[in-house]
């Protein structure tokens, strides 16, 4: 008993050092990957045409499930908002309540979750088979620019889709709460929106939108950091995908805590 | 045996590799290779599986640094070379995957003309419609245009891997393997493409290979790749008059007669 427990506490010593080293290396090539980023996405040419078509596939593989979870959130909401609400007589808040939540923080943090598996994953498996199946090394000796045309573009695009994705997701998720108000306490839809929008400040709609351009950069960055950078074999394709939706994820909350901090400051 | 007999222009290098090594962590792949490519000729490299081969032209073409050593490319030193110099050199420099790496979310014209329009800013539609064809006609596989990578044999891939690389026009081609996988006519056609092209477009060409059918057929001079080192250079008949334990194995197990 007390041999195995002295020796396997080097190995697990040994492990953690290289996963320690692991993580730092892997910190400083994001942090490179990034800058690379800045310096090839903002000199002409600018893509225009495969950003757009980018964009259009960040809409396509996210919408429906999208429009779906966004009402279904505002709906279920509304409706286990009001229990509590009643108890002081003050269901009259509820569109108020419900617009606080959705606008502040469910509308990004949902788009962005949703964008994380659907889109994160599906741009971490394709740059990761290009990557694997030599496509990417096949357009680099052909002098095309790989990064600028694959990485800069997707980035760029669920940069620009996400923000879009999240403002569409506020007002189904409001919709769904509509609805649910609507059937129950008989109200009508002007007097919805003015309570809706009386809540909401400047700083709601900016640090909303800062948080989805955020995370909408996070989500292209990280999908696309794995991808490019998959290692070799039909293994890494996986490993790829789930990468990018694991770490987008996480990072998708920890800047959600940050952000919701710093807004703090500003109300 | 080869019958087309190229002009060879043995006082000019389009490619000169001296003292060029390369490890992997503690696995020294290339351990001092010294290599002239001429003017005009097939060069074959022969070896075995993993004795670096596709290490060698991956360095040729900037995919790899090297350790050491010097890699000059038409003219130009690798290891001082800038981004943009990079750049334009290899666009004259094609390279033939193994395994073809052909862009398998476009259609074969979309494959083609990508190296195009994304190097030659100022062609028209119908400029780059006539190389597409031009080339895809090379190789023999016009009929093909419209399809996608996935509905394409083995053979075929390979053929529009050579198609891609040769509508740059390049100086240098690099065939990785071009008959690896595939049945012994279908590599008879690919080494006669290989010859056809060297005739057609007047390129230098580095032909990575195991088969010694190809070696014969395209080849101008053979260099055996061996321990990480050109060990025996010169004609196929030279390169195999040898006892040489690790070279006539190579030679026995190819040709079972
Ligand atoms: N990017 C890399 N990272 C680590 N090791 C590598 C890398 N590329 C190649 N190697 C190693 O270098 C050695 C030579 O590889 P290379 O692909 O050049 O072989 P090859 O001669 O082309 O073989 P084959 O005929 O099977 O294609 C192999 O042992 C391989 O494991
Ligand atoms: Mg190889």
New binding site residues.
């Given amino acids: 008993m007390d041999s195995s427990t002295s020796t396997s506490q080097p190995i697990v010593r040994k492990g953690l050092k290289k996963r320690l080293t692991n993580f730092f290396v892997r910190l400083y090539q994001i942090h490179l990957f990034i800058l690379r980023f800045f310096k090839e996405a903002f000199v002409p040419p600018f893509e225009l045409k495969e950003i757009m078509n980018q964009c259009y596939q960040v809409g396509v593989r996210s919408f429906t499930l999208i429009s779906l979870t966004g009402f279904i959130v505002g709906l279920i909401f509304t409706k286990q908002s009001r229990p509590s609400l009643s108890e002081f007589g003050a269901t009259s808040w509820l569109p108020s309540l419900v617009s606080i939540a959705i606008m502040r923080a469910l509308a990004p943090l949902v788009t962005a979750l949703i964008a994380a598996g659907k889109v994160g994953s599906s741009i971490g498996a394709e740059l990761g088979s290009m990557r694997v199946t030599e496509q990417i090394d096949a357009m680099e000796v052909s002098g095309t620019k790989p990064f600028k045309f694959l990485v800069c573009t997707r980035v760029l695009a669920t940069t620009i889709a996400i923000p879009i994705l999240a403002t569409y997701t506020g007002f189904i998720a409001l919709l769904g709460g509509y609805l649910n108000v609507a059937t129950n306490e008989g109200t009508s839809y002007t007097t919805f929106m003015q309570q809706v929008f009386e809540p909401l400040t400047f700083v709601d709609f900016v640090s909303s939108l800062i948080k989805s351009i955020v995370f909408g950069f996070t989500i292209g960055i990280v999908g696309c950091y794995q991808g490019y950078n998959s290692d070799k074999g039909t293994e890494g394709v996986g490993k790829a995908a789930n990468g990018a939706v694991v770490t987008a994820m996480f990072l998708i909350f920890v800047e959600e805590v940050l952000i919701v901090q710093i807004a703090g400051w500003f109300r | 045996m080869k019958k087309f007999k190229p002009h060879i222009d043995n006082n000019n290098a389009v490619i000169r590799i001296r003292g060029l090594k390369k490890a ?1 962590e503690d ?1 020294a ?1 290339l351990r001092g290779i010294d290599l002239d490519l001429y003017q005009g000729e097939n060069l074959v490299v022969l ?1 075995r ?7 060698l032209i991956k360095i040729i073409s900037g995919l790899l640094k090297p350790d050491e050593g010097s890699v000059e490319v038409l003219g130009h030193e690798l290891e001082t070379i800038t981004e943009e110099e990079l750049q334009a050199l290899r666009i004259r420099i094609g390279f033939s995957f ?1 395994n073809s790496a052909l862009y398998d979310s476009m259609t074969v014209r979309k494959n083609l003309e990508f190296p195009l329009v994304r190097n030659r800013k100022n062609l028209t539609r119908k400029e780059i419609d006539h190389s597409v064809e031009e080339v895809l006609d090379a190789v023999g596989l016009l009929k093909t245009i419209n399809q996608m990578p996935a509905e394409l044999s083995g053979g075929q891939r390979k053929r529009i891997g050579i198609a891609r690389t040769l509508i740059l026009n390049p100086e240098i081609m690099l065939y990785d ?1 071009p008959t690896a996988g595939l049945d012994p006519i279908t590599c008879i056609e690919i080494n006669e493409l290989i010859n056809e092209v060297q005739e057609r477009f007047k390129t230098s060409s580095i032909i990575i290979t ?1 088969d010694l059918t190809c070696a014969k057929m395209t080849g101008d001079r053979i260099a055996m790749l061996l321990d990480g080192q050109f060990q025996r250079v010169g004609s196929f008949d030279e390169v195999f008059d040898t006892n040489d334990e690790r070279v006539k194995p190579f030679f026995d197990y190819n040709f079972i007669q």
């Fill in positions: 992997f696995y792949v070896g599986s993993g004795t670096g081969k596709s290490v193994q393997e195991h």
